[in-house]
């Protein structure tokens, strides 16, 4: 863990390298905090504002009369000939190729001597589209003669969901009724939302969240049950929160939640 | 309630979290409350995550409430927190609204024994795929609302 998060007893090193072991460990916040508390304390060193810059809020504000542009050509070249261009920055305007390269500056520089009509899609094609990882069922260098439930099994395992409903469909339009293939089926279909039929409205979070802020070392390793930040039941065992529940049901619903 | 072309977008509004104290992440996330059909009226954090192929539900609650074990598809998950084999089950999930209406969603969820607890991931197959949802990040209000 980051030397800052730690707390040492007297912290020696100067702000801006807290800062920097901070953000180098994802500690964005923390890392705020400490350049407000570094510009308190009169910090006005030119990599303290550097950070400053870096870390205000990002700024949004309507912008580019280009926002209904259809970058659908685009994608579809793309598709076509990615394979072809793998590694290297590509631009291009509407489905045509202007200029590519492995090194973007070369392809900004090509750009500025053109007049594309529209505004250029720069794109960087990954390397990474086809490789050994890559599963089985999506190379097909052969036909594959596994059964259609064990490629797709692979798909998911690999976290190519789209490509596994692909198959899927493929398998049933062929008349596959395998009864793992049946269970995919049910598992890739998709997920069916509709208002629910329960009014009770959530109460505000915030008495809950208050309270845990305020007790987390005291509850740590613990299942708490809160109604609106008052704590109903505690227990390193769930099992134990919820008999003592279940024996006292509250009146509304109460919020679960585990102290790590 | 949003709306697009004058059509409801979504149905309920939500406060979501962007950081929870018994959830070690560093930086900040979204976290949005549900709940889960059963015998108990409670509701719980869970991280949204469209990044991940599958939701996943902590196994504390999964064993509590009885999903431990139940019969659903076997297989592994690969995640920043290591390999882990288990069953993908169908659940019925509510998202809970502050305002307007909560929104049941049924989905599959992936559940191992192994997977560490007081984690619950809404992950984007066969979930968030299939609720319309936005987020107002300056005011942290989540708005979800059935997909169609």
């Known amino acids: 863990m980051a030397q800052p998060l730690r707390k040492p007893e007297k912290e020696t090193s100067s702000y801006a390298k807290r800062i920097r072991d901070f953000v180098e460990f994802d500690c964005v916040e923390g890392a705020r905090r400490l350049v407000a508390e570094a510009i308190r304390q009169g910090d006005d060193s030119e990599e303290l504002l550097r950070w400053q810059r870096l870390l205000g809020p990002a700024r949004s504000r309507d912008s580019s009369d280009e926002l209904q542009l259809d970058r659908t050509p685009e994608f579809d070249w793309l598709r076509a000939h990615r394979y072809s261009y793998q590694g290297q920055w590509v631009a291009l305007d509407e489905g045509r190729l202007l200029s590519h390269s492995r090194d973007l500056r070369e392809v900004e520089s090509d750009l500025e001597t053109m007049t594309p009509s529209r505004r250029p899609f720069l794109h960087f094609v990954e390397p990474t589209l086809v490789t050994p990882a890559t599963p089985q069922a999506l190379r097909k260098p052969n036909p594959d003669t596994r059964p259609y439930a064990e490629r797709i099994r692979e798909l998911v395992e690999h976290d190519y969901v789209g490509g596994a409903r692909k198959l899927l469909a493929e398998a049933l339009e062929k008349g596959d009724r395998d009864k793992d293939l049946l269970k995919w089926q049910q598992v890739l279909a998709p997920a069916v939302s509709k208002i629910s039929s329960n009014e009770e409205l959530d109460s505000d979070p915030m008495p809950d969240v208050n309270w845990i802020r305020q007790h987390e070392r005291e509850y740590s390793g613990q299942w708490v049950a809160l109604l609106e930040g008052e704590l109903l039941a505690s227990s390193p065992s769930l099992d134990d929160v919820i008999f003592h529940l279940e024996k006292n049901p509250p009146e509304r619903r109460i919020l679960l939640h585990y102290i790590d | ?148």
């Open chain 2, 1 to 148: 309630m949003l709306k697009l072309d004058q059509v409801d977008f979504t149905c309920g509004r939500a406060l979501f979290l962007d950081s929870v104290k018994g959830f070690q992440e560093p930086t900040a996330k979204i976290f949005v409350k549900i709940s889960l059909e059963g015998r108990l009226n409670f509701g719980f954090y869970a991280q949204l995550d469209t990044g991940a192929a599958w939701s996943v539900l902590d196994p504390v609650l999964a064993r509590a409430f009885g999903l431990m074990g139940m019969e659903g598809l076997q297989t592994k998950l690969n995640t920043r927190f290591g390999l882990f084999h288990g069953a993908l089950i169908p659940l019925r999930i509510t998202f809970l609204a502050k305002e307007g209406r909560n929104l049941d969603t049924y989905a599959h969820f992936f559940i191992s024994p192994d997977w560490p607890p007081g984690r619950t991931f809404l992950g984007y197959s066969g979930l968030l795929d299939a609720v319309r949802f936005a987020l107002d990040p300056q005011a942290n209000h989540f708005y979800f609302g059935p997909g169609v």
